[in-house]
């Protein structure tokens, strides 16, 4: 029986320090290497390594190995596959990486899978066994979402994960919207957003054994009557669930009350900016700061827990932005929030016209190491002030005196939710300067 060992590549510490970023246990139970797991045949004895965890053993008796790696993980995973090489062990490289950067994963990869994972991923192991891999696999059309196999969640070692672990299930792929700076909806071949049937989602809930589920998905809700249709078998299973979504859905009372009693716990909202100028021209339009504070209303008097993503750096952004932001967030008790520098990933519209206006700095480094870094020209600001800007919001935003006056005492699992997002971050607004939150699902 030929042995397969899938690994989940860590980050390295800093540019300065090549060490992997290590953990002790994990806070999620992940999706990625188990459902990897699930796709190969039974003809393969699989075991799963977490390279955050423990440290790959090189002369392990394996036949082939696949790596999976996001641009921050890319470099140690090119060491860790090098190696694998080295000793004659055939390599199968993917992950987000591999969309835009498949010709660089090449260099240290027998094969690349470029795109989603179903059909190709079997087919990249059958090649291997049979000794004639290909150095190029691509999708051409959407995968089928249908029938998706159940994780192997078996193969994980429990001693891996925190006490309370959510599992990560995906109910979807894709976006339904085209945002300026981001590169998501393009990663798995810009197929738009697909979900799947609502019962085959549930059953995987039930054979997971999770009480706290996490739905690993850009967009959860990208049709509403078809989520709401999961949210009414998601009620009898009696779990928490965490998901990310749309503001426009915080203004719905009717969904948010039907999420509610399904178990929402805590939903991350992608809001980007308060100011609707900086919105528009990141083509997200549909989010309309009027709204905002009546969104929020609707979300604290159903004691939902919920952060926000934001986005500094876009063309309109002065420098009194970030104390109005913080404001806002002070003045409506938001429960948490996570500041990021606006990054002009390949494959997006800002990239194209960042690279054409000739502001992209040190594109080879763009998201390769954790931190808190800016990869382009601002247009308001320079560069060093941005970066100083937004790692001070995230101290004040996360200093003890913030939290104990937006949050309230823990007395709900919302309450104790919102406290275990404010102390991680909090962790990573201390020391901004070389750490980012980047857990891998």
């Not at 690994?7 to 510490?13: E, G």
Request: charged share 30%; hydrophobic share 40%; glycine share 6%.
């Amino acid at each position: 029986m030929p042995r397969l060992l899938i690994i989940q590549a860590a980050a390295y510490r800093s540019r300065a320090d090549r060490r992997p970023f290590r953990i002790r246990k994990r806070k999620l139970v992940g999706a990625v290497m188990p459902y990897l797991a699930a796709l190969a045949s039974k003809e393969w004895e699989v075991r799963l390594l977490d390279d955050e965890i423990e440290e790959p053993d090189y002369s392990a008796p394996v036949d082939a190995v696949a790596i999976t790696a996001r641009t921050v993980t890319s470099l140690r995973a090119y060491e860790v596959a090098d190696k694998f090489r080295a000793r004659g062990v055939p390599v199968l490289m993917g992950g987000p990486h591999a969309t835009f950067y498949h010709e660089e994963m090449a260099e240290h990869a027998d094969g690349v899978c470029i795109g989603e994972g179903e059909e190709l991923f079997p087919r990249m192991l059958a090649d291997a066994a049979a000794g004639h891999l290909r150095k190029f696999y691509r999708r051409e059309s959407p995968a089928d979402l249908r029938g998706m196999p159940t994780p192997r969640w078996d193969l994980l070692n429990p001693k891996h994960f925190v006490f309370y672990k959510p599992f990560v299930i995906q109910q979807s792929r894709g976006c339904p919207y085209s945002c300026d700076f981001c590169a998501e909806r393009r990663l798995n071949g810009d197929y738009g957003w697909r979900h799947r049937p609502p019962e085959e989602v549930v059953e995987e809930i039930k054979r997971c054994g999770g009480r706290h589920i996490f739905f690993a998905a850009s967009q959860f809700v990208g049709h509403k009557e078809r989520t709401m249709e999961l949210l009414e078998k998601l009620v009898p299973l009696k779990i928490h669930w965490s998901a990310l979504f749309s503001p426009r859905f915080g203004l719905d009372g009717k969904f948010l009350d039907l999420a509610k009693r399904s178990g929402l716990l805590h939903v991350n909202m992608g809001i980007e900016s308060i100011s609707q100028e900086a919105l528009d021209s990141m083509k997200k339009k549909f989010n309309a700061t009027q709204s905002y504070e009546d969104m929020i209303a609707n979300l604290h008097a159903r004691h939902i827990s919920f952060s926000f993503n934001f986005v500094f750096g876009g063309d309109s952004d002065d420098p009194g932005i970030f104390e109005r932001t913080h404001s806002f967030l002070r003045d409506n008790k938001v429960p948490a929030a996570y500041f990021n520098i606006m990054v002009p990933l390949r494959g997006t519209p800002l990239y194209e016209r960042m690279k054409a206006d000739g502001r992209m700095i040190d594109e080879a480094n763009m998201e390769r190491w954790p931190g808190t870094v800016c990869h382009f020209r601002p247009m308001r600001l320079t560069g060093e002030d941005l970066v100083e800007n937004v790692r001070r919001l995230q101290r004040e935003f996360y200093s003890l005196r913030s939290m104990t006056r937006r949050l309230r005492w823990p007395r709900t699992m919302s309450d104790l939710a919102s406290w275990n997002v404010n102390l991680t971050q909090r962790k990573v607004a201390m020391n901004s300067a070389t750490m980012n939150e980047f857990s891998e699902f």
